[in-house]
């Protein structure tokens, strides 16, 4: 039982090179609807509809961004309410776990740490289901620090529970939302730990190869990779879920059509998967795919 006990993945938040451009290609080519920016932090938020971002950015030049360099800032788990967010973390403190960042974001309150491969994590809390009315077009509302529990914790489920799902139709893709995250572990023994022990995220699978861990909703929220040969330690890819077979076929010769470069295409459990402008993998996988026979395709099938 770990200190928290997360529904989903809902979100990964990337640091780009050049946001603009970041921004267009996750539009236009991704498939997913601008909800806001934050020009003071030079960040933009993306999403169709599943929550209030599956995708948000923070440029390499904001005072936000830690590394310098494009690649992940952190993943999100959201938890049922507020007062079960402020129950972790009460029980991650008095573990000795240390989450140094706490913030209210107006639609969320969040709590902010790193694994041991020093990933930056989110767990966070919805504090209103309007969040399309409260962020849009340009935010300039600052995002102060929080006390968890203070004020009182809410015990309502703030997040929709039947989203209304958004399609670009434009788009190359077509995705209903992000649904996991694969992460190649430098010190796969201490992740796995963290993210059962702390986070709460159960072991649906387990192989030689690395492990698959849900939350309460049972998606495949997130993979760990043992760091074999070949497999850069940190973020391997983002995967998408897409409705149909046909849907993503039909992406597949869309992108080929427009010169788009594909680093994996067939149609099979790995999906389609290409890179956006800073060199993050993206795959977009439909819920009705077939199974794959591709030895090369290991780091997809988990």
Partial sequence: ???????????????????????????????????????????????????????????VSSPLCRSGKPGLNHLAFETETEEDLVAGYRRAVAAGQVFPRTVDHDITRSIYGADPDGNAVEIYADTTKEWRTLRTGTVTKPTPAWTPGQPEPSRERLYHQAPEIRR????????????????VARDFDGMLAFYTDVIGLGCKESSSDGAVLSGDCGQRDLVLLRNAAGLEPGLHHLRFEVDTMADLSHSERRAKSLGLALERSAPSAEGIVLRDPDGIRLRFQARDGGLASDPGAAPYLM
Wanted: some cysteine.
């Fill in 1 to 59: 039982m770990g200190c928290w006990r997360p529904r989903r993945l809902t979100h990964a938040n990337l640091y780009v090179s050049d946001l603009d451009r970041a921004m267009a290609f996750y539009k236009t080519v991704v498939g997913l609807e601008e909800v806001y920016r934050r020009p003071a932090v030079k960040a933009g938020f993306l999403s169709n509809g599943n929550t209030h971002h599956d995708i948000g950015m923070v440029d």
């Fill in 168 to 183: 670009v139709e434009d788009a190359v893709f077509h995705p209903r939302r992000i649904v996991q995250a694969t992460l």
